[in-house]
């Protein structure tokens, strides 16, 4: 097997920031006067370790600026709070909204980096009374935290499980709202190893909560991928010699080429005709 051994910054489209936004996205910039489709979502939309994610093979598909708002480690915390990359999508002729992980917000449990949605910043009185045993300092990622509660109770720790559901159906509407509903939203579904702790891609989302979305958007993408791993797709992959751990849990470029040809389907009678 053959793969690039070489700075992730060898990639197109370095990341770059519109306006006011905090918040690192995938380039290249891209000018906002022409009508366009925007894509929120994170690592998958962001296309980490591949040269040419799946927003850029719409962009030619299309006909039109496709412009790709995803970040690494980006949770729906990361759009929602965001004025400036809200208003873009708001903007677009639609908006793909990836599916995001429902462990990756701040929730009457626990809150999250405003950013980086996967880093854990601080236990609530209420998971602390849940979970007196735990000293909650030793944690800085939300995944091994959940793992952790998980196993030590599964009985309490369906509680988080349940709130973390509603907090992330309630976070998603009102994100939705505010895109006036011009949404196709991108079910993004795939498998890790079995050590991954939470192994089903994005975790902890299910088919009641997509259904709870439904009459609000425009249309659901379900799409069923495979890590790079798993589709054998990391050659083409671009990644520095210690990435390949994580280039393994990536979605190869394979795979994103399928992904493109799905939203295609999807977004064509989407819009106007020329």
Not at 252 to 266: F, N, T, V, Y
């Amino acid at each position: 097997m053959s793969y690039e051994l070489k700075s992730a910054g060898a990639l197109s489209g370095e990341p770059c920031r519109y306006g006011e936004s905090r918040l690192l996205v995938r380039g290249p910039q891209r000018s906002l006067a022409e009508p366009y489709v925007a894509f929120l979502g994170g690592t998958e939309v962001y296309g980490r370790f591949v040269e040419f994610p799946f927003v850029d093979s719409l962009q030619g598909r299309l006909g039109v600026d496709c412009i790709n708002l995803g970040s690494v480690n980006a949770g729906l915390d990361s759009f929602a709070q965001d004025e400036t990359l809200t208003g873009i999508a708001r903007g677009a002729q639609v908006s793909v909204l990836q599916m995001l992980g429902a462990q990756n917000i701040s929730n009457p449990y626990y809150r999250v980096h405003p950013r980086r949605n996967d880093r854990f910043l601080q236990a609530q009185p209420a998971l602390k009374a849940l979970y007196p045993e735990v000293d909650f300092t030793e944690f800085h990622f939300n995944k091994h935290l959940l793992c952790t509660l998980r196993d030590i109770s599964g009985q309490r720790f369906e509680q988080v499980r349940e709130q973390l559901q509603r907090s992330w159906i309630e976070r998603m509407s009102r994100l939705i709202e505010a895109l006036e509903g011009r949404v196709l939203l991108l079910w993004l579904r795939y498998h890790l190893e079995a050590d991954a702790g939470f192994p089903d891609e994005p975790v902890l989302v299910d088919r009641a909560m997509a259904d709870a979305l439904r009459p609000k958007v425009q249309g659901i993408l379900e799409f069923r991928a495979e890590s790079a791993a798993a589709a054998r797709d990391i050659a083409g992959m671009v990644f520095g010699q210690m990435e390949l751990p994580a280039a393994r849990h990536m979605i190869g470029p394979k795979e994103h080429l399928r992904i493109a040809d799905a939203l295609a389907g999807c977004l064509e009678p989407m819009l106007p005709r020329k």
